[in-house]
């Protein structure tokens, strides 16, 4: 097991996935897997520095656990900002025509979409949201 | 990520490598919303983007409304992490693309 604790800015989403994708290294991940691996995590980052500690800024704790039989990745975003369940939020609509669809507020579902597991708590103070993505 | 424009009369291309998700949306946002005014034809090439995140699907969405009034919008080269994000959010059923 990794960790990284980091300022959650946007400009760190990109960090925070080189820190993911060095974990991965050494497990021949397929590059479909990855790449989605990084979009889930470009998405949650992404979400807990621009929502968390808004207007203020805190700091996030990324954790990558490597699970074995089935081989797969379990990635562990915490902070200590607002509590906010991105699980509850309605899925969009798929189904609109291009002029009706919003734009944006597709970040988590395609994090629901993409991961085999996804759950949240909010614990002692934290948001704590878990993925896992069989590699 | 690497962002090139192409005019060619009113068709513009826009080509991205790399990864296009937070960080380097804004700089796809700005191709685009630098160089769409008269453009007829819109063309995304995007033979080596990695992945692409919402963030990315946002810029090609506010183009993709604007290109339905002036003209069209293609995306062409799509590679497969690229095209299940366009599955999975159904924007693949509304966008023109093309695949690899």
Do not use: W
């Amino acid at each position: 097991m990794k960790e990284l604790t980091i300022e959650a800015t946007p400009e760190n989403v990109d960090t925070v996935i080189e820190f993911v994708d060095e974990q991965l290294e050494a497990y021949g991940c397929g590059m479909r897997a990855q790449m989605a691996i990084d979009v889930a995590v470009d998405e949650l980052f992404a979400n807990i520095a621009h929502y968390a500690y808004n207007p203020d800024t805190g700091y996030a704790t990324v954790r990558v656990d490597v699970l074995k039989d089935p081989l797969s990745v379990e990635i562990t975003f915490i902070d200590h900002g607002k509590q906010y369940d991105p699980l509850a939020k309605e899925d969009p609509d798929t189904t609109l025509a291009l002029e009706d669809r919003p734009i944006g507020g597709m970040g988590i579902f395609i994090v629901k979409k993409s991961m085999d597991e996804i759950t949240y708590e909010y614990k002692d103070g934290k948001n704590i949201l878990t993925i896992k993505k069989n590699i | 990520m690497t962002v090139t424009t192409k005019m060619d009369g009113t068709k513009l291309t826009v080509s991205a490598e790399g990864k296009l998700g937070t960080s380097a949306a804004p700089e796809l946002e700005k191709a685009v919303k630098d160089n769409i005014g008269g453009v007829t034809e819109l063309v995304f090439d995007f033979a080596g983007l990695e992945y692409m995140a919402s963030a990315g699907l946002r810029v090609l969405l506010s183009a993709a409304k604007v290109m339905k009034k002036q003209g069209g919008m293609k995306i062409i080269n799509v590679t497969p992490p690229v095209m299940d994000v366009f599955t999975f959010t159904g924007m693949a059923d509304v966008l023109d693309i093309e695949t690899e």
